[in-house]
């Protein structure tokens, strides 16, 4: 968030064609009616006849939406965007209205695109929202149009800096706003994983999730355009130990919210696990700069290795230890393949080091499919990993604290909590040590790194060591969450997942790590409709990502310089760039 | 002794075949310095396109001659890898050609995946392996060695060929203007252009020339073992690489040679290193390791400092 406030180059620089040009002094209007078609698509009936695989949700298929107090679903969303569009049109006091406007309209598009596209799809064509057996359900095309007009007024009108808010409170003011803030994420997050629900009640659960980030999207961009996300951004730096403190006590809170059920917590405890990993690998890539693609490799050796000291009846080792000490084998273990792994670093660059590193990775599937020296299990996989246990409690179970019950899998979501705030708070650390400046000079060019003084060989290996070991640690804890271990969980698709989470979200940033993680295993366990075109997508999101923004949804201040251009003097075409530079902060 | 000398001669084979596809590694990385990681699969569309081909759109009557139906496959593989490579080229790698480093091999990923995924969804009954018609004459030749060595007329076929090729691809880039264009912007890209050569068009055509072979190599991989999966897209382009590596990257001659040793050392570590079959690939990735991390310039490079 602190680095989208870069501004466009304003719109206005491109001769615009005359038509629209026309219309700017009726931007105030042209918003009023883009709001009042949103609102009014909202409450017209959106499909003509119940779909096949039963009625589409928020009463989509009602005649005419004839209550609009009961609204809910993605017709609340659009009444919000269309009441917002209207006030922020008439109240001329708001800062940058039109840039507000324009994130509204861009919500309210995707928000009708994506269910007028369901309903479409799902009813077996246009009829399904146009015509069909003497009714109309415009609903959509109105929600759509009224976007357009919006986005459309926002483009007429000169699009504003986003402003800068400067309200400073009393401290406990701000705590307690901070508190709100935080309480809030909470409940979206909750209300993000929890969105269409799952299994085979949950029909349209894609079209609902899709839809919801869609409103998602556009609310925020609207508090961006506004200014406000900036402004509660900067509260978090002033008060960044009692946000982490907060935020901590907001993630363990999670299982209170409605996302507390066995499954969510699933979900919840493999995305933590991918997310620690991925910071683990944001060490190597984002920091020192180093490409690993055969970085999942470590995360099965901590799994394997917590598998056989686990007691599990299949394992070759056979001993049971206590799972802290387990943890830190594994980290240790892992650790040490880490360094080996990195060793190559001393006389390897650039691509070829990646390859390395891919290489590695196969070597290590290879022969865990073989199960080298009855370790791995081989194909039949390490079955029947016990539960972590303490004080008598196996960490499968159920949690009753007084009139609390927490269910089953809780133990294990907080146990990764912890681990990705652990982890987290080894990166933030490492990342402004010595050690951490000595990497970011690596990486950004390792000759005068070394001309420096920097002992660049050593400096290269801790950080596959220490990257290594945080995915250890997290493969440890992943061995007994599913209680299965197979190799099949660790080839190299799982490594360029965990490349694009940490490219995502954005290198070398810990929210960036997070945020990537969150999406790349969120995305498929939501759409489960597309499971087929899950891969297919994702190759296509990793070339457009490269293409559109390379920085990562979270960009790094340092990293964000060096990645979206490289001035070439030679090329003419590079102007552009240069703009861009001009422009940032 | 039969054991050794049929492994050699199937060694020999796979190596033609990796050969092939290290010529598009070789020859898109010394121009752009790019590892094209989709390069595997552009190799896997070609088998693809081949048999799809032969399958749904030619009629039977053509598809029982072979000596009609062998050169159409092998044309249509060519063009369809071809065409993948240069839309490749053109969408995914020409913008990011000022980016830096990481960009492009992320991308390059990106486009594997995507390629891979593609024909899995969208090829008939992709997801698992699928038959190859076997189109060239059947049989072996059976030298008198031992017990017999039999060599496979479609494995002579793919050797013939491979050499062929490259032979032509060599005295291409050595002796035409285009091939001279080449390896101007393989050198400086910028006084390339200062000497009249457009750099975007020889890229582009460096892209069609490895796809093109590539595309081949499909067809022929599909003809000598039957079937064709979309994984084998994935990992004889690794092993190309290494092919590509071991023979100095840049290098036509090294590719081939590279491609051959790989072969090789495959086939010979199935046959005779400790683990067999199973830890076959393994022993290529050591060598892969070991020769990136011992002589990165491969056999033929020269000693520049390899680019990081």
Known sequence: ?585 | MSILMSQIVNGLILGSLIGLIALGYTMVYGIIQLINFAHGEVFMVGAYGAVGTATFVLPTAVTTQWWFLLPIMIVIGALVSMVVAILMERFAYRPLRNAPRLAPLITALGVSVALQEAVRVFYPEATAAIPFPSIFIPGALVLPIGDGVPIQYSGILIVVVALVLAFALNTFVEQTRLGRAMRATAQDRDVARLMGINPDRVIVLTFALGGALAGVAGVLYGNFYNFINIDMGFQNGIFAFTAAVLGGIGNIRGAVVGGLAIGLIKSLAGQYLPGGGAYDYVWIFVVLIAVLVFRPQGFFGETERVRA
């Not at chain 1, 060793?343 to 199960?371: H, K, M, W």
């Open chain 1, 1 to 585: 968030m602190t680095a989208t406030t870069e501004k466009k180059p304003p719109a206005h620089a491109a001769p615009r064609p005359k038509g629209i040009a026309a219309l700017k002094p009726h931007t105030t209007t042209l918003m009023v009616v883009g709001g009042v078609l949103t609102l009014l698509g909202s409450f017209l009936p959106w499909a003509t006849f119940v779909l096949n695989k039963g009625p589409y949700p928020a009463q989509a298929t009602l005649q005419n939406f004839t209550a609009p107090l009961a609204s809910s679903g993605f017709r609340l969303h659009l009444v919000l965007f269309g009441i917002a569009a209207i006030v922020v049109a008439l109240v001329k006091r708001i800062p940058a209205r039109h840039r507000i406007a324009r994130a509204l309209g861009y919500g309210t598009i995707a928000v009708s695109v994506i269910n007028g596209l369901w309903i479409t799809v799902e009813g077996g064509g246009l009829g399904a929202i146009t015509a069909s057996e003497g009714s109309v359900a415009f609903g959509a095309i109105v929600a759509l149009i009224g976007g357009i007009v919006l986005a459309l007024a926002s483009r007429v009108g000169d699009l504003e800096p986003v402003p800068e808010i400067g309200w400073k409170f009393n401290r406990w003011v701000e705590w307690l706003i901070l508190l709100v803030v935080i309480v809030l994420l909470l409940l979206l997050v909750a209300a993000v994983l929890t969105s269409g629900g799952f299994g085979a009640t949950a029909t349209y659960a894609g079209a609902v999730f899709l839809s919801f980030l869609a409103a998602l999207g556009g609310f925020l961009g609207a508090l961006h355009a506004a200014g406000l996300l900036g402004w509660v951004n900067a509260l978090f730096d002033r008060h960044r130990g009692y946000a982490v403190i907060l935020l901590l006590v907001a993630a363990l809170c999670l299982p209170l919210t409605s996302a507390g059920t066995e499954y969510w917590m699933t979900v919840a405890t493999n995305i933590g696990v991918y997310a620690a990993t991925a910071i683990g690998l944001n060490i190597v890539v984002g920091l020192a700069g180093l490409l690993d693609l055969g970085y999942v490799a470590f995360l099965g050796i901590g799994a394997f290795v917590a598998a056989n000291l686990s007691g599990a009846a299949a394992s070759a080792v056979g001993i049971h230890l206590p799972f802290p000490l387990v943890m830190v084998i594994a980290a240790v273990i892992a650790g040490i393949f880490g360094a080996i792994v990195g060793s190559p670093t001393l006389r390897v660059r650039g691509d070829y080091l990646a390859i390395v590193t891919l290489a590695f990775g196969e070597i290590f599937v290879r022969s865990a499919q073989n199960n080298i020296g009855g370790l791995t299990g081989g194909s039949n996989a390490i079955p029947g990993i016990p539960p972590v246990e303490a004080f008598g409690i196996g960490f499968d179970q159920a949690l009753r604290i007084g009139p609390v019950s927490l269910p089953r899998g809780v133990l294990y979501y907080f146990l990764i909590v912890l681990l990705v705030a652990f982890v987290m708070a080894v990166f933030a650390n490492l990342k402004y040590s010595r050690l951490g400046r000595a990497w970011i000079a690596i990486r950004e060019d390792e000759d005068a790194a070394r001309a420096m003084g920097i002992r660049t060989g050593p400096v290269k290996i801790l950080a596959f060591l220490i990257g290594a070991m945080l995915a250890g640690l997290a493969g440890a804890i992943f061995a007994h969450k599913t209680a299965t271990v197979s190799y099949e969980s660790f080839r190299f698709l799982e490594s360029v997942t965990l490349l694009a989470a940490v490219v995502l979200g954005g290198m070398g940033t810990i929210p960036g790590a997070v945020l990537g993680a969150s999406i790349l295993f969120i995305l498929p366990e939501k759409l489960r409709e597309f499971a087929d075109y899950r891969l297919l997508l994702f190759g296509i999101a990793l070339v457009l990502i490269m293409r559109y923004r390379p920085q990562g949804l979270v960009p790094d201040a340092h990293r964000r310089a060096e990645l979206v251009e490289e001035p070439e003097p030679i090329d003419t075409g590079g102007d552009k760039p240069t703009t861009r530079e001009a422009v940032a902060p």
